[in-house]
């Protein structure tokens, strides 16, 4: 029983020692006049250990991306852009890890997304900013990471 005990007290000590190496959890509050600042010239609003949020504004097409433990959430602020998921990835290379960029996608779905729109693309989806207007668009972004 006294083993018992001790294997629980020092298994409690372990988790206590990792809980206190593990920066606690911050709360981001923006209010209104902060917030369009922000959305002005775009950048991060808050991150943790397994997401960022942030405000993006693009006035070019991008790369085709894939990420392996990202989920991209978009809420589309203003401006619009048509956008390419699913299908494959031509030309992929790894970038960095758990990500790589292309040149083009076979097949998949196009969105022609505009303010007020919402899309969320899963880890593991082909998407892309295919053509943006000169005008861009700007859009709401929250990467939720898989472990």
């Known amino acids: 029983m006294n ?3 001790t294997v629980i007290v020092m298994l409690a000590a372990c988790l206590a020692v990792a809980s206190a190496q ?13 917030f369009a600042a922000l959305a002005a010239k775009g950048g991060a609003l808050a991150n943790g250990p ?9 006035n070019k097409p991008g790369q085709v991306e894939i990420h392996t433990k990202e989920t991209d959430i978009f809420f589309i602020v203003d401006g619009s852009a048509t ?8 030309g992929g ?16 779905q196009t969105h022609q997304l505009k303010k007020g729109d919402f899309i969320s693309i899963p ?7 295919k053509d943006v207007p000169a005008s861009g668009i700007t859009y709401y972004m929250v990467k939720v990471v898989k472990p």
């Open 22 to 34: 593990q920066p606690a959890p911050q709360v981001t509050y923006l209010d209104a006049e902060k």
């Open 3 to 5: 083993r018992i005990v």
């Open 123 to 129: 880890a593991g989806i082909p998407h892309w900013f």
């Open 83 to 90: 956008f390419v998921t699913g299908g494959t990835m031509i």
């Open 93 to 108: 290379k790894e970038t960095r890890p758990n990500q790589m960029l292309g040149t083009d996608i076979e097949g998949g």
């Open 50 to 58: 397994d997401f960022t949020a942030s405000l993006a504004k693009r």
